[in-house]
């Protein structure tokens, strides 16, 4: 079992920037690649940022790339996500996910484990 914890979210101006952390307890971190997903009101949950266990890959959505950059600190058991240029459309629920299975990373039914979220609004 892993617990999952984020924190970082809050409300800031087109342009700005957040770093949202999720912090991991329980089996050993580095067991499990990481990512995180958003969702939207009214709409379906969505892929965002994906790191591979020892951090040697990493993937991200096309409307972040460029903008967002997750990382892992594996001794500090947690997984980040800085996102800058900050556009009202990345407003959300933002949750991180723990993941053991060999599917696709794209799919939030492949992750193992979930956050419960942390919400991030950007004003225009």
């Known amino acids: 079992q892993v617990q999952l914890v984020e924190s970082g979210g809050g409300l800031v101006q087109a342009g700005g920037s957040l770093r949202l952390s999720c912090a991991a307890s329980g089996r050993a971190f580095s067991n499990y690649a990481m990512g995180w997903f958003r969702q939207a009101p009214g709409k379906e949950r969505e892929f965002v940022a994906y790191?591979?266990?020892?951090?040697?890959?990493?993937y991200y959505a096309d409307s972040v790339k460029g903008r967002f950059t997750i990382s892992r600190d594996n001794a500090k058991n947690t997984v980040y996500l800085q996102m800058n240029s900050l556009k009202p459309e990345d407003t959300a629920v933002y949750y991180c996910a723990a993941k053991a299975k060999t599917g696709t990373y794209l799919e939030g039914g492949q992750y193992d484990y979930w956050g419960q979220g942390t919400q991030v609004t950007v004003s225009s």
């Open positions: 790191i591979s266990r020892y951090a040697g890959t990493t």
